[in-house]
């Protein structure tokens, strides 16, 4: 399977699974690499990479050309220079531990998307990432209320309407 995508391991993966295990750096990346649930085609853009990144909270998103590995995508790679990056406003989502950190998150959204604009980004690109942003937090909302509340005593689903369906959302929506 070479050039193929096994899996991928990054030097966070090399310090927390290896080195602070105490375990020998010769061991096999197989065993340490993490599997590769989200890729990316070459063809994609860098909208598609923050928006992905940002939507499961990871920082490395393979490039695939068919089913070749033809690189790596990362944050910094795709990054904004003024305001705060979509993945990095995503990665503090998922990390915040109530709703008083949720909202300081939700804060952050005028200067993304100012930030954003600034950029280049074109309006939809603009409210697709908005939207995305809006999406964990209330992915993180609703984790938070189960942790709170315990689980749900029926089965139920989240649905979204209007803007936040249709991934058209501001930072006033």
Do not use: F, Y
């Not at 490039?63 to 406003?89: A, C, F, I, R």
């Not at 603009?126 to 999406?135: H, P, Q, S």
Request: aromatic share 2%; proline share 6%; with cysteine.
């Amino acid at each position: 399977h070479e050039g193929q995508l096994q899996g991928i391991v990054t030097d966070r993966d090399l310090r927390n699974r290896v080195l602070a295990q105490g375990l020998s750096p010769e061991r096999p990346l197989a065993d340490v690499a993490s599997a590769a649930r989200h890729h990316l085609p070459d063809s994609a853009s860098a909208l598609d990479a923050l928006t992905l990144m940002a939507r499961h909270n990871i920082h490395h998103i393979p490039v695939l050309q068919g089913t070749q590995v033809v690189g790596v995508v990362t944050p910094s790679d795709v990054g904004l220079h003024q305001g705060p990056s979509p993945v990095q406003l995503a990665s503090s989502i998922h990390k915040a531990d109530s709703v008083a950190a949720l909202a300081a998150c939700s804060a952050q959204v005028p200067a993304m998307q100012l930030a954003l604009a600034r950029s280049g980004a074109g309006a939809h690109s603009v409210a697709r990432m908005v939207t995305t942003v809006t999406d964990a937090i209330t992915v993180r909302l609703i984790a938070l209320a189960q942790q709170e509340l315990g689980p749900a005593p029926v089965a139920w689903t989240w649905v979204a309407a209007g803007s936040q369906a249709r991934m058209e959302q501001t930072a006033r929506t």
